[in-house]
């Protein structure tokens, strides 16, 4: 089911919390803003936020001759996404599943999802180094993986664990694209100042310490949260913040990248 899709991206970190979920879902919007036709797999089963952040939990998955059809964000079908959270009744269910169980649906979703042409798949994985990023690696072994952007923020502790996060994809043999700092200092809704609320530059430092590039810095912004829900792109309704500025760097090294 992926020999149609061009590029395969992982967004990956050791640490949970660190905003690779909203990363993966605005990185997604931002490349089909750019005319690309996009899939976005969510195999954190355990916490899938993907359908909330789309505003699509209502939505449900069907089936056809090809398997599985995702769930379109809207009629031009640019967007295509696919989530346990369909699967799911209602938000507060947990999925509660040993590793084998784990493993047989995060399989499923990388073969028998009809995502038919893709320009980009973006894989939004759980955090660790455990069972279920070990599965996807097995499954993608036959097709071309572009590479991982890995998600951080700038304490200490968070980097601790994206260190392993790194360490992981150098044994498994995973390209890293970028390393993504995240909630690196709070922009004020009324003066668009920025303060250092936890530290900053960890990001960088660890990209340095990796000899892997740095892909940018992306602040905590109420007005970004605020399109949580809705679907919406943060490079189309707010077309001149920073986080929309380093989304649109990103997309542009990722098409370097993928020519």
């Known amino acids: ?21 909203t ?31 789309l505003g699509l939990e209502d939505r449900d998955v069907h089936q056809c001759d090809e398997g599985w059809v995702p769930v379109y ?12 959270g369909f699967l799911l009744k209602n938000r507060s269910d947990a999925v509660i599943w040993r590793g084998p169980k784990k493993t047989a649906m995060i ?43 890995i998600v ?17 994809c150098k044994k498994t043999g995973i390209p890293i694209l970028g390393i993504v700092e995240n909630m690196s200092g709070f922009v004020c809704p009324n003066c668009a100042e920025c303060t250092n609320i936890f530290s900053s530059g960890g990001g960088h430092s660890l990209a340095e310490l990796a000899k892997v590039p740095h892909l940018g810095t992306l602040p905590i912004d109420p007005r970004v949260g605020e399109l949580a829900g809705t679907g919406k792109a943060c490079v189309k309704e707010l077309p001149d913040c920073t986080t929309s500025e380093v989304l649109r760097e990103l997309v542009r090294t990722l098409t370097t990248v993928g020519q």
């Open 1 to 21: 089911m992926l020999d149609k899709v061009k590029h395969i991206i992982l967004v990956l970190s050791g640490k949970g919390g660190v905003g690779k979920s």
């Open 23 to 53: 990363v993966s879902t605005q990185l997604a919007l931002t490349l089909a803003e750019a005319d690309h036709k996009v899939g976005l797999l969510d195999i954190d089963l355990c916490g899938p936020s993907v359908p909330y952040l």
């Open 73 to 84: 964000t809207s009629a031009e079908k640019r967007l295509a996404v696919m989530s346990i």
């Open 107 to 149: 399989k499923q979703f990388l073969e028998d999802v009809n995502w038919d042409e893709l320009d980009y798949l973006i894989i939004d994985t759980p955090p660790g180094t455990s069972d279920e990023h070990i599965t996807v690696m097995e499954c993608l072994k036959t097709v071309r993986t572009e590479g991982a952007i």
């Open 152 to 168: 951080t923020t700038p304490q200490e502790m968070a980097l601790e664990d994206v260190r392993k996060e790194v360490t992981f």
